[in-house]
């Protein structure tokens, strides 16, 4: 069983270019939630997907960012006009059931971000 | 004031030592409290849950959770070189999990 992939593992933008980041959950997870980690500052939420739906974006910011989860396809994070305040890892974590009751996220090993 | 507050550490103990790990929180619609352990570029990985209130313990690992208080631990007894990373807590309540920084732990042989 392949667990969460991410990629690309490493991408480097120099700023206002896009970045596009790609997850492909658990085979037969259907939630995607998307966490940024900058260091000292642990695993901050952006946010929660289902196929073809958002859920929560409350921790997403307003401007630039956006998310998608396509019913064929992996979960794309897309950061447009990066500035180097972008730079970090982006994590990717899928469940087989939503957060409201216990269930596990499992992690994606993470897309380090650099903006040049 | 944050949701989750967790002391980032570092922590240094040598091997053998019993490691104790907190954070508070402030959301008392939290009911699922976890423990991620996270190696250097590597992503999280699930160490331990607990619902509500109480103790659990897994081989050298114990949580203990305290919704009065708003309080989580996770003991570590004879630690281990391998036990360093940086440990995560982590919570769920509806619909939403939310991490605390994370606290970055070694274990010096």
């Known amino acids: 069983n392949a667990g969460v992939m991410q990629n690309p593992r490493h991408l480097v933008r120099r700023r206002g270019q896009e970045a596009r980041l790609r997850c492909s959950p658990v085979?037969?997870?259907?939630?995607v939630y998307w966490y940024r980690q900058l260091p000292e500052e642990g695993l901050k939420f952006m946010v929660y997907?289902?196929?073809?739906?958002?859920?929560?974006e409350s921790g997403m910011p307003k401007e630039r960012f956006s998310a998608e989860f396509p019913k064929e396809g992996p979960s794309i994070l897309r950061i447009q006009q990066v500035v180097r305040g972008d730079s970090a890892a982006y994590f990717c974590?899928?469940?087989?059931?939503?957060?409201?009751?216990?269930?596990?996220?499992?992690f994606g090993p993470g897309t380090r971000l650099t903006v040049l | 004031q944050k949701e989750v507050e967790q002391d980032p550490g570092p922590l240094s103990v040598p091997e053998g030592a019993i490691v104790s790990l907190n954070c508070t929180y402030s959301n008392s619609a939290f009911q699922y409290f976890m423990w991620y352990r996270q190696y250097s570029r590597k992503g999280p990985e699930l160490l331990m849950y607990?619902?509500?209130?109480g103790n659990k313990e897994d081989g050298r690992f114990t949580a203990q959770v305290d919704k009065s208080s708003k309080y989580i631990s996770l003991f570590i007894r004879d630690s281990q070189p391998s036990d360093s990373a940086t440990y995560l807590c982590?919570?769920?309540?509806?619909?939403?999990?939310?991490f605390g920084a994370g606290t970055r732990l070694t274990v010096k042989p």
């Open positions: 974590a899928s469940s087989r059931r939503q957060a409201n009751s216990y269930n596990e996220q499992f």
């Open positions: 982590a919570m769920s309540g509806n619909n939403d999990m939310r």
């Open positions: 085979k037969g997870h259907s939630h």
């Open positions: 607990t619902y509500s209130s």
């Open positions: 997907l289902q196929k073809e739906n958002i859920i929560d």
